[in-house]
C-alpha cells in the first residue's frame, strides 16, 4: 500500500474524483505506462512508512522525522574509544593479544576524557566493555571488511579492506581523460573558489520540470542512450501544492511547508543485480558520464557499486535487526545529598547546588544577601571552578556502567552480512554518481569544511551514501563529523525520573544540554586514502577543515561518492530521460566535425539553433538554481529543527 505525502487536498486531482489514491494521475499521464514520483503519480507519492526508509525530516503530520536513542555521555566515550582503536594497523589481530589489550585499557583510564566531552569519564568495566566489543567486531571484520562504528539506533561502517590497490589504480586511470582537460574546461565547483573540481555531478543537466524530455512507453539502456538523444515527451512541471505538506501547529493550526522540488532532480542511473551471484551492472547511463568515450570508467564504477551492497543493506535493515544500546538509566541525579551538612539543607533552601561549597582560605567570603551564581562576571570566574570541582566531587551521579563482557553490544556478526539477495531480492537499485576533487595551491593552501548536511532533497530519496578516498596527496588529517537528532523530548515523557529543575544532572549523564539543538554530536571518522565509508542520511555529516602538510607544494584529496536511492522508491531516472547534453547529440549526429557530416564552425551555427538538448551555458545556469533551491530548503529544514530543543520540563 502506498501514500502521497502530500495532504488529499495538495494531491493532483483528475476528473474522476478527489481521492488521490484512486486518482493518481493527470488526465493527460493516464496513458503513460512507465509511472514514478512526478511522472504519471504525483510528485509526493510513496510508499507507506512501514514500507520504506525513514526520513529525518518531515516524517509525520507534526513535521517530525525520525530520532535515535538519547546517547550517555560514557556511551558517546566507548564509541570514539572503539572507533580510536579500530585505526590502529592491525587492530583486528592486536587485539586479540591480552597484553595489547591491556595497554589500550591502561590509555583509555588515563585519558582526560573532559577534553572531548564536558563531565565525561571512564570507567574499568567501560574499557573492558570496548574491548571485548572490538574482539567480536574483529571477527567480522575479518571475514566480510566491514566495521560498523558510531553504532547505536543507526551505523556509520568504514573499511580499510573493500578498496583494494587495484580498484583504486583502476579508479584513477579511469578519471585521468575528465582531469586532463584544457583548463578552461575544467568544472570548478561554484563558489569553491576554485578549490573543488567536479568531474561527474549530478546537479549539471538535472532532471527540470518543464524543460526535460521522457519517454513514457518504454526505457533505454546503456547502449542505445545517445540513440535517443533529443526524443521524448516534455515532462511537465508540478504545481506548487504538489511540494507543500500541511503539518500540525497546534491544537487547531495547520501550517503548510514546502519540502519538494517542481522545478529538479538529480538522476541516478539503473543498476541491475543478479540475484544469485550479487553481481552488479549499470543499465542506463550515469548523467554527465559519456557511455561510449568512458565506458572503461563505468565497469571500474560498476564494481564500486558492488562492493557498496553489503554495506547498504546492513545499513539499511540496521534500526530493525541490529541496533544496540550500551547504557540505559531511567533516572538522572544522585538520590539523597551525600553531605547534606555542606549544603545546608532545610525547608527554606532545598537543594543541592555548586555555591554551596564552603569557601576555602584566603577566598573572599560570600554575601548571603548578594546572590553571586547569577551575575554575569561569575559564569567564567575562578569561583565558579572552583564551586563547580567541588559539586562534582561530592555529588557524584548514579550512572550505569557497563557490561564488560559487552554480552548485547554487538548484534551482527558475518552471517548476516549479505553476498546477493540485497533489499529483499531486489532486481535492481538506483545510484546517484559523484566524482570530485578538492585542490589545494601554496596561494589556497586551506579547505575551510563544509556544512552539516544530508545528502540530496526529498526528490531523490537518498537513504545512503558511500564515500570511497581513492586518492590524497599532501594534505592533513582531514574528518567527516556526524550528528543526528535524538529522542529527548521521549525522556520528558515519564521515561526519565529527575528531581524538578535538576537539569544540571541531566547535562552531567546525557550527551545534551537544556534549550540546545536536539542534534547530538556522535563522533568523526578520519577520511585517509584507501577508506571507504557508508552512513545512512539520517545522519547529518560535515567535513572538517584541512591544509596543506607542506605549504610549499600542491595538494590533492579525490573521492567516489555513491548515493543509493531507496529500493522501495523507483524514481524518474536516465533510463527514462534520454541524454540532455547537447555535445553529446552533437558528437552523435556528427555536427561537430567529427565525422564530416558538416564543417565543425558550420555544425556549430545549426548547434546554436537548436533548442534541445541542453547547452553548457544552460546546464550550469540550471545548476546555480539547483544549488539555490536546495540551499533555500535546506536552510527550512535547519530553522525549524532549531526550534526544538531539549527542554526539560518543571515537573
Known amino acids: 500500500m502506498s501514500h502521497e505525502l502530500v495532504p488529499p487536498s495538495n494531491t493532483l486531482e483528475s476528473d474522476q474524483g478527489s481521492n488521490p489514491l484512486e486518482n493518481k494521475a493527470k488526465e493527460d499521464e493516464l496513458d503513460w505506462i512507465i509511472r514514478k514520483p512526478g511522472f504519471g ?18 516524517d509525520d503530520r507534526w513535521g517530525g522525522g525520525w530520532r535515535a536513542a538519547t546517547l550517555l555521555i560514557r556511551e558517546c566515550c566507548m564509541m570514539k574509544f572503539i572507533n580510536a582503536l579500530s585505526d590502529k594497523p592491525e587492530w583486528w589481530r592486536k587485539v586479540q593479544d591480552d597484553e595489547v589489550a591491556g595497554k589500550w585499557k591502561k590509555e583509555a583510564l588515563s585519558m582526560d576524557w573532559t577534553l572531548y566531552l564536558k563531565h565525561a569519564d571512564f570507567t574499568p568495566a567501560m574499557a573492558d566493555a570496548c574491548i571485548s566489543e572490538l574482539k567480536k567486531k574483529a ?5 566480510t571488511g566491514l566495521m560498523p562504528i558510531l553504532d547505536y539506533s543507526i551505523a556509520v ?8 590497490f587495484d580498484m583504486a589504480a583502476s579508479l584513477r586511470k579511469g578519471v585521468k581523460p575528465l582531469e586532463e582537460v584544457p583548463a578552461e574546461d575544467k568544472d570548478w565547483h561554484p563558489n569553491s573558489s576554485e578549490q573543488v573540481l567536479d568531474l561527474v555531478h549530478p546537479s549539471l543537466w538535472p532532471l527540470m520540470y518543464g524543460r526535460s524530455r521522457v519517454l513514457r512507453d518504454r526505457v533505454i539502456g546503456l547502449d542505445d542512450a545517445l540513440e535517443h538523444c533529443g526524443m521524448g515527451t516534455i515532462l511537465p512541471k508540478r504545481k506548487q501544492k504538489e511540494t ?3 503539518i500540525k501547529a497546534g491544537s487547531f493550526c495547520e501550517e503548510s511547508i514546502t519540502i519538494l522540488s517542481n522545478l529538479f532532480q538529480w538522476l541516478p542511473c539503473d543498476v541491475k543485480i543478479d540475484s544469485t551471484t550479487g553481481k552488479a551492472k549499470i543499465a542506463s547511463y550515469i548523467n554527465n558520464l559519456h557511455p561510449k568515450e568512458h565506458s572503461d570508467l563505468y565497469a571500474v564504477i560498476e564494481r564500486f557499486i558492488e562492493k557498496s551492497l553489503p554495506a547498504w543493506d546492513i545499513i539499511y535493515n540496521w534500526e530493525k535487526e541490529f541496533s544496540v544500546q550500551r547504557l540505559r538509566t531511567d533516572e538522572a541525579g544522585f538520590g539523597d545529598c551525600p553531605c547534606p551538612e555542606l549544603c545546608q539543607l532545610d525547608d527554606m533552601n532545598c537543594s543541592c547546588e555548586p555555591w554551596k561549597r564552603p569557601v576555602g582560605e584566603g577566598e573572599e567570603p560570600r554575601d548571603p544577601d548578594d546572590e553571586e551564581q547569577y551575575d554575569d562576571e561569575y559564569k567564567d570566574s575562578e569561583r565558579k571552578k572552583l564551586d563547580d570541582a567541588w559539586f562534582f566531587a561530592t555529588h557524584a551521579l548514579k550512572l550505569p556502567d557497563a557490561d564488560p563482557l559487552a554480552e548485547k553490544h554487538v548484534r551482527i556478526d558475518s552471517s548476516h552480512v549479505k553476498t546477493h539477495g540485497f533489499f529483499n531480492n531486489k532486481s535492481q537499485v538506483q545510484v546517484i554518481v559523484k566524482l570530485a576533487n578538492i585542490h589545494l595551491t601554496p596561494d589556497k593552501p586551506l579547505y575551510a569544511g563544509g556544512s552539516w548536511h544530508t545528502e540530496g532533497q526529498l ?6 551514501t558511500a564515500l570511497f578516498y581513492y586518492d590524497s596527496e599532501n594534505i592533513t588529517e582531514c574528518t567527516l563529523d556526524f550528528r543526528t537528532s535524538a529522542n529527548g523530548d521521549e525522556l520528558d515523557e515519564g521515561a526519565l525520573s529527575y528531581e524538578q529543575y535538576d537539569h544540571r544532572s541531566i547535562e552531567r549523564t546525557f550527551a545534551v544540554q537544556q534549550n540546545q539543538s536536539i542534534f547530538q554530536d556522535i563522533g568523526s571518522v578520519v577520511t585517509k586514502t584507501g577508506r571507504a565509508l557508508f552512513f545512512p542520511n539520517l545522519l547529518q555529516h560535515h567535513v572538517s577543515p584541512f591544509r596543506l602538510a607542506d605549504p610549499t607544494k600542491e595538494g590533492h584529496r579525490k573521492i567516489l561518492a555513491l548515493f543509493l536511492v531507496d529500493p522501495a522508491i523507483e524514481i524518474v531516472s536516465t533510463s527514462n530521460v534520454p541524454p540532455q547534453q547537447k555535445h553529446w547529440w552533437l558528437g552523435t549526429t556528427g555536427l561537430d566535425g567529427g565525422k564530416g557530416v558538416l564543417p565543425a564552425e558550420l555544425g556549430e551555427l545549426v548547434a546554436d539553433e537548436v533548442e534541445w538538448p541542453m547547452g553548457l551555458a544552460e546546464a550550469k545556469e540550471a545548476r546555480l538554481k539547483v ?6 530548503l535546506k536552510e527550512g529544514e535547519e ?7 531539549w527542554n526539560f520540563c518543571e515537573h
Open 459 to 464: 526528490n531523490e530519496h537518498i537513504v545512503s
Open 139 to 143: 571477527v567480522l571484520y575479518e571475514q
Open 244 to 246: 507543500e505538506m500541511l
Open 627 to 632: 544549488m539555490k533551491e536546495r540551499t533555500w
Open 41 to 58: 503519480l504525483p510528485l509526493g507519492h510513496m510508499p507507506d512508512a512501514e514500507n520504506r526508509f525513514p526520513l529525518l525530516y518531515m
Open 157 to 164: 561502517i568504514k573499511s580499510d579492506a573493500i578498496m583494494t
Open 639 to 645: 530553522e525549524r529543527l532549531k526550534d526544538v530543543t
